[in-house]
């Protein structure tokens, strides 16, 4: 995957990218998987949660990773490759580097951890609780203790599914 990361032509499949949405605005970072004429495929996660998540990994704590994650082509404004820029490393380098692993390794051991946290998720969700709860009682992906604006578990278990 490095190989197309490293290839200067374009933005092709493997390659991380930043991920600009329009309607509601979102940026999303993550390895890129298909750019058709319906939308885009990116396997990664919202940017605001980046740095929980790096922070998570770095720690051996839990936290809800990549995600596969499509979005049509009408709300894609820009999509940018993850580049390091006036010696400021790109996401990926920091993730490398924070971690202590490659991106390659986190796509594979992130898949394996899913299940598991998705079972704790389905419990909460079947008991009401929302993210602001569950962060607070078991200290898992929000550490703020916060509920991020219109997010509820059953929404992460709809886009999971």
Known sequence: MNETRDAGSGIGRGATVVIVLHSPREKCWGVLDEISQAGVFLRGLDLNAFDDWVSAVAHGEPFIGFGDLFFPMWRVERISRDEAAGGVPSLYE?????????????????????????????????????????????????RTGRKPKGLTLRKIIVLQA
């Open 94 to 142: 920091q993730v490398e580097r924070r971690t202590g692993r490659t991106i390659d390794e986190l796509l594979q051991t992130d898949s394996s951890k899913l299940a598991g946290a998705a079972f704790m998720f389905a419990f909460y969700v079947l008991r009401g609780r929302n993210l602001t709860g569950l962060s607070a009682q078991r200290g898992l992906p929000l």
